[in-house]
């Protein structure tokens, strides 16, 4: 069983009262620390730094728990910290009672990222905000200032009866004996190079399920598992734990479209050959329904739909304890012959071609 079906959640969501307040106004009170910090925050240090009409910021750690078992980060990592800052860019624009629904996430991918990439930011700023619809977007960029990633988002904005009379409610947040998850050391392993370049990544994924390999750290940290593998597909289930659920209280939209592009990234690498990679070029994400925290498995499976020499495509879709998609994406990737993961990981090399590459 997955320490997050077994460990308490930290965290909480803000009360009904902070509905009396504009959505700037609670923008504000979350950067001052005038609202609970949600459990994403304490999973993998997802923060609000900052916000105004103009610009709303989040921080994130590149913590070494979000490695792949290459030793990189899975493309989809900027949808979690870009999902955040989108949403709320379009939040300043509203008025009490209103909140933005994110319909769908999409991601122009620049660089990858690495644990060495230190602290990622995204900065996101309204584009367009009506009545019933808000689009924004965002820049993502690594602790040296290079832009990782380029996103945009569109939300439906819904209305909700105003409390009368709100009082807010203080706010303590509670002290804790052992550090957040993405603080402690990590477990799982990133593979040996020998490895990648002697075996397919749908014999890897067998020797991970029969114990011979160890797990990638992200799959231990958001308790990834049943992963089945074969070429032009891949599997893998989650529980819908209360540890993925935003201020909102339903599970975080950013952690859904890093679930779909990890079976995404698994498909694609079911058809590079070994000593080779690949390079995400982008990620469209549509969200068609909430998943509610309730502990019960969630599905993300991923098909490769074009399989070039060059270009590889394939679609996702995460499906709920009940049978029901709740999630579909799409993603394109450039294929890197002879290329291997590893040095890349420690040249801290880009893997996105060059134009003498393309």
Same mark, same amino acid.
């Given at each position: ?10 965290? =909480?969501?803000? /009360? ?5 307040? /504009? ?7 979350? =950067? ?29 750690? #590149? =913590?070494?728990?979000?490695?792949? @078992? ?39 991918? !620049? ?19 009506? +009545?019933?619809?808000?689009? %924004?977007?965002a820049l993502i960029e690594d602790a040296r200032g290079e832009v990782v990633a380029h996103s ?31 603080? +402690? ?12 370049? %002697? ?10 399920? @029969? ?34 659920? /935003? ?17 995404? %990234? ?12 690949? @390079? ?7 969200? !068609? ?10 599905? #993300?499976? @991923?098909? $490769? $739909?074009? *399989?070039?020499?060059? !270009?590889? $495509? #394939? ?23 002879? *290329?291997?993961?590893?040095?890349? $990981?420690?040249?801290?090399?880009? !893997? ?7």
């Open positions: 069983m997955s320490w997050l079906e077994t460990e308490p959640v930290r965290g =909480s969501y803000p /009360s009904i009262e902070f509905l009396a307040l /504009s959505g700037i106004d609670r923008m504000r009170a979350g =950067s001052k620390g005038l609202m609970p910090k949600p459990p994403i925050h304490h999973l993998f240090g997802l923060t609000h730094l900052s916000s105004s009409v103009a610009q709303t910021t989040f921080v994130m750690p #590149a =913590s070494p728990w979000l490695q792949s @078992a290459a030793g990189v980060f899975v493309p989809g990592t900027t949808a979690l910290l870009a999902d955040a800052p989108l949403g709320s860019a379009i939040l300043t624009a509203l008025g009490p009672g209103q909140i933005a629904i994110t319909s769908d996430l999409t991601i122009n991918h !620049l660089r990858p990222t690495y644990p060495s990439s230190g602290r990622l930011t995204a900065r996101a700023r309204p584009i367009e905000v009506g +009545r019933r619809l808000g689009l %924004s977007e945009t988002t569109r939300c439906f904005i819904r209305d909700f009866p105003v409390p009368e009379n709100a009082e807010l409610p203080p706010i303590v947040e509670p002290t804790y004996d052992i550090p957040d998850p993405y603080l +402690r050391p990590f477990t799982g392993s990133t593979i040996e190079p020998a490895v990648w370049a %002697s075996r397919t990544f749908v014999e890897i994924c067998e020797a991970i399920n @029969a114990g011979e390999l160890p797990p990638a750290p992200f799959s231990e940290l958001f308790g990834f598992t049943h992963l089945e593998a074969k070429e032009g597909y891949f599997r893998s289930s989650a529980p819908s734990s209360a540890w993925f659920t /935003s201020p909102a209280g339903t599970v975080y939209g950013g952690f859904l479209a890093y679930f779909a592009d990890s079976v995404i %990234s698994g498909a694609m690498n079911t058809v590079v050959p070994p000593g080779s990679t690949f @390079a995400a070029l982008d990620l469209k994400v549509s969200f !068609l329904r909430p998943v509610m925290p309730d502990g019960r498995p969630i599905t #993300a499976t @991923a098909d $490769v $739909v074009h *399989r070039g020499k060059t !270009l590889v $495509v #394939a679609d996702s879709e995460v499906v709920n304890a009940d049978g029901k998609v709740v999630v579909k994406a799409t993603s394109s990737a450039a294929v890197m012959e002879g *290329r291997s993961w590893i040095p890349a $990981v420690i040249d801290d090399a880009p !893997l996105v071609p060059t134009d003498q590459e393309a």
